[in-house]
C-alpha cells in the first residue's frame, strides 16, 4: 500500500494563476480532507468528502474548489492564487468512524509570489 | 467550539532526558484524543490514540492518558533518543475535522 500519495512537492505559482494538488489514497477509505499548515500553526481544514459526489467545505475554504468523482482521488483547485495561499497543504484520509486516526499524505509546499 | 492547547516549544533535550509535552482541551462530550508527529520534511503520522476517558495510548515508548478530570492528554517518554527530533501535534476529533494544536518541536541532542 502507498497510502495517500500527493503531488507535486513543491510549487512556485505568480499571483493570480491556477493550479491543481493532486491527492490519491489506495486504502478504499470514504472520507478524504485537505488541511493547510501555516508556521507555528496547526492545521486547518479546508474541504472534506465523506464519499465520491459529496463535499463540504471546512474552515477556511475561501480561494479553493475540490471535486470527488472517484473514492482514490480527491484534487485540491487554487483558483487566482493569492500571497495568503503560501502554506504546506496536506491531504488526509480516514474509515467512516469519527474515533479512528486521519492518514496523512506527505504534503505538498507552495510559494505564491 | 472545540479547541485544544498544547506546550509550544521549540524545546532541546539531551539524549535519555525525560519529555513531558502538556496538551489540555476543550470539548463537548469526550472526543477521541490523538498525538501525530511530524518528522523533518515528511507528514503527520499517528503516533498514538485514546478513545475515551482513563484510556491510555502507547507506542515506541511515548505514553498519553485520557484524563477527563483535568481534561488532559499529556505526552510523556522516560528516555528520548536523537531520532524522536520531531513536531509533536495533539489533537481532538470535531467531526469531521481533527482539531490541532500548534504543534511543538522537539531537538534532541546527543
Known amino acids: 500500500n502507498a497510502g495517500v500519495t500527493q503531488t507535486p512537492k513543491f510549487r512556485i505559482l505568480k499571483i493570480g494563476q491556477s493550479m491543481t494538488l493532486q491527492c490519491t489514497q489506495d486504502?478504499?477509505?470514504?472520507?478524504m480532507y485537505w488541511y493547510r499548515q501555516d508556521p507555528g500553526m496547526g492545521l486547518k481544514l479546508i474541504y472534506y468528502s465523506v464519499g465520491a459526489g459529496i463535499t463540504d467545505k471546512g474552515e477556511v475554504p475561501n480561494g479553493y474548489n475540490v471535486s470527488r468523482s472517484t473514492t482514490e482521488d480527491f484534487p485540491l483547485r487554487l483558483e487566482l492564487a493569492a500571497p495568503s495561499q503560501t502554506s504546506v497543504y496536506f491531504c488526509?484520509?480516514?474509515?467512516?468512524?469519527?474515533?479512528?486516526?486521519?492518514?496523512f499524505g506527505p504534503g505538498t509546499r507552495l510559494t505564491v509570489l | 467550539g472545540n479547541s485544544v492547547t498544547q506546550m509550544e516549544g521549540p524545546v532541546t533535550l539531551s539524549e535519555e532526558a525525560f519529555l513531558t509535552i502538556n496538551c489540555t482541551y476543550t470539548?463537548?462530550?469526550?472526543?477521541?484524543l490523538f498525538w501525530y508527529v511530524q518528522y523533518p520534511g515528511e507528514g503527520l503520522q499517528l503516533l498514538l490514540k485514546?478513545?475515551?476517558?482513563?484510556d491510555k495510548g502507547s507506542n515506541k515508548g511515548f505514553e498519553a492518558t485520557y484524563r477527563k478530570e483535568t481534561t488532559s492528554f499529556h505526552l510523556e517518554k522516560g528516555s528520548v533518543q536523537v531520532s524522536d527530533s520531531a513536531v509533536y501535534f495533539c489533537?481532538?476529533?470535531?467531526?469531521?475535522?481533527?482539531?490541532f494544536g500548534k504543534g511543538m518541536k522537539l531537538t534532541v541532542n546527543p
Open positions: 470539548a463537548t462530550g469526550y472526543p477521541s
Open positions: 485514546a478513545t475515551k476517558a482513563d
Open positions: 486504502m478504499n477509505h470514504n472520507y
Open positions: 489533537a481532538l476529533i470535531d467531526f469531521p475535522k481533527l482539531v
Open positions: 488526509a484520509s480516514s474509515y467512516i468512524a469519527s474515533y479512528n486516526e486521519q492518514f
